[in-house]
């Protein structure tokens, strides 16, 4: 009766620790959420509530009143969603390629991209503003995309080498018996077996660009071309003291973006991200 008590005792213990976590995480959100909606009097109170009393929309219609939102959003979409479709396009040969032919000079690469992962944006930010610079490409789209799909790229390569690597080597053989040349080998039986980690990786490069700030608060200098993130941070009121309610309401329609994909895709995604850890 001793081991199955203690499984069981083990279990709950995991449950609580995941709700608990779930918790710290919901957190953020559900105040952001309530801050969004309670009206300047109760913003100011000495005993805040969880459930705006009053609930207003408008810190909504202010927000959109102060800011460009939807122009600042429409920037977000395009280099994200530009983003995240280069990346994918890109890392899919490479990662085909780095799958398929193992050797010291591929798992060097592999290394190299997990260790470039760890680089912190300050170190760089200097010398890729003087190529951009040098490219004419500094306050453009074009460059802010072209700085994003180079940082999701690593990601991007780990996690399609290792979905490349479950798919079995023998329908790719027997396509090649076929008549099959190796561009059509990967565009008719690998890319169609990939699209779960496909639509995986470019979800999360989408959400990374989405979400992104430091790159396009230095890149981007005019009002026309900044992003989501970066307008969000000009919602001050007096004395420089941030404008919580329109910042709240502002943040909360950043996220939901976000938020759409997630609870729309779960399930691709995660069956991407499982098969994409696979590795024989």
């Known amino acids: 009766m001793t081991a199955p008590r203690t499984g069981r005792a083990g279990r709950a213990a995991q449950y609580a620790a995941l709700l608990c976590y779930l918790v710290f995480l919901a957190f953020p959100f559900v105040w952001l959420v309530s801050i969004a909606f309670k009206p300047a009097a109760e913003l100011g109170s000495l005993h805040p509530t969880w459930i705006p009393e009053d609930p207003t929309l408008a810190n909504f219609r202010q927000a959109f009143d102060e800011q460009p939102l939807l122009r600042a959003a429409g920037n977000s979409l395009l280099a994200a969603a530009s983003a995240a479709l280069v990346a994918v396009v890109v890392a899919t040969p490479m990662a085909y390629v780095m799958a398929r032919r193992r050797s010291a000079l591929t798992t060097a690469a592999t290394g ?3 260790v470039s992962q760890a680089f912190p944006f300050v170190l760089v930010i200097i010398p890729l503003f003087l190529v951009l610079k040098n490219l004419h490409l500094i306050n453009t789209l074009a460059g802010l995309v072209a700085v994003y799909v180079t940082w999701s ?3 991007a390569l780990w996690m399609l080498v290792g979905y490349v690597r479950a798919v079995p080597r023998e329908l790719e053989e027997a396509a090649a018996v076929d008549g099959a040349g190796r561009v059509r080998v990967l ?8 699209a779960p980690g496909l639509v995986a990786t470019g979800l999360f490069a989408f959400i990374t660009a989405w979400n992104e700030f430091f790159f396009a608060l230095v ?3 005019t009002a026309e071309k900044q992003t989501l993130p970066v307008v969000l941070t000009h919602f001050l009121g007096a004395e420089g003291a941030a404008d919580l309610g329109p910042l709240a309401a502002a943040a909360f329609l950043a996220t939901l973006p976000s938020l759409l994909v997630f609870a729309v895709i779960q399930k691709r995604i995660t069956g ?3 098969a ?5």
Do not use: E
Not at 187 to 194: E, R
Not at 276 to 280: E, R, T
């Open 276 to 280: 994409g850890a696979v590795k024989n």
């Open 153 to 155: 790229l690593p990601f």
């Open 219 to 221: 890149l981007l200098k």
């Open 187 to 194: 565009v008719s039986v690998t890319a169609p077996l990939l």
């Open 272 to 274: 991407g991200m499982l």
């Open 112 to 114: 190299w991209v997990i």
